[in-house]
């Protein structure tokens, strides 16, 4: 079964750090292209970042660029995101998700990790 | 960034049809997009409904259906049931490795 797990979440004061993982399994991790959807307390989805399967292309949302770095390692099934910067309006549950090849949609998407910006 | 708004609410009676849809701030959805249509219980992982504008994922009822409807993407709801009560939310591929979600819908079956 195709499985992501997030993990990294905390409570960080604002202008912090924080890096996320998104530990993969039950699929070929190094082929599939990922990305990180965040939700806000009571908002909707947002989308963040993707990266393709090899790692060295990346994509970010405006409300990010310059502030977040998207990152894999394929030895490790493994999917990053380093939060700089943090604000307030970045505090959300952070889902890791895959992205199915060729057909422009998420199919598969782990529980989230939850990320708190506050002083 | 682009904005793609959907409509806040909608109610719709047991048994009724609703139709919800998904459009750009600025320009039409077309299938080059590939919309798809997610349903979400608030603090669980989305679902998918429909993807590629009108293919239904696997397991999902048929009363779901998905077009393009003038400059928008829509998802319709025919035969709404009570568990169909959830947030709706579109997602477009905008080109260059970016997509964007629409802005959710709620709907209610009363």
């Known amino acids: 079964d195709v499985q992501l797990l997030e993990s990294g979440g905390g409570l960080v004061q604002p202008g912090g750090s924080l890096r996320l993982s998104c530990a993969a399994s039950?699929?070929?991790?190094?082929?599939?292209?990922m990305s990180w959807v965040r939700q806000g307390p009571g908002k909707g989805l947002e989308w963040v970042s993707a990266?393709?399967?090899?790692?060295?292309?990346?994509y970010y949302a405006d409300s990010v660029n310059g502030r977040f770095t998207i990152s894999r390692d394929n030895s490790r099934n493994t999917l990053y995101l380093q939060l700089n910067s943090l604000r307030a309006e970045d505090t959300a549950l952070y889902f890791c998700a895959r992205e199915s090849s060729g057909w422009y949609l998420y199919d598969y998407w782990g529980l989230g990790t939850l990320v708190t910006v506050s002083s | 960034q682009t904005v793609v708004t959907q409509e806040p609410s909608f109610t719709v009676s047991p048994g009724g049809t609703v139709t919800l849809t998904c459009g750009l701030s600025s320009g039409s959805v077309s299938t080059s997009h590939y919309p798809t249509w997610y349903q979400q219980t608030p603090g669980q992982a989305p679902r998918t409904l429909m993807y590629s504008t009108k293919t239904r994922s696997s397991g999902v009822p048929d009363r779901f259906s998905g077009s393009i409807l003038g400059n928008k993407a829509a998802l319709t709801i025919t035969g709404a049931q009570a568990d169909d009560e959830s947030d709706y939310y579109c997602?477009?591929?905008?080109?260059?490795?970016?997509?964007?979600f629409g802005t959710g819908t709620k709907v209610t079956v009363l």
């Open positions: 997602l477009l591929f905008m080109g260059r490795g970016i997509y964007v």
């Open positions: 039950g699929f070929t991790f190094s082929t599939s292209a």
């Open positions: 990266i393709n399967s090899d790692g060295f292309s990346t």
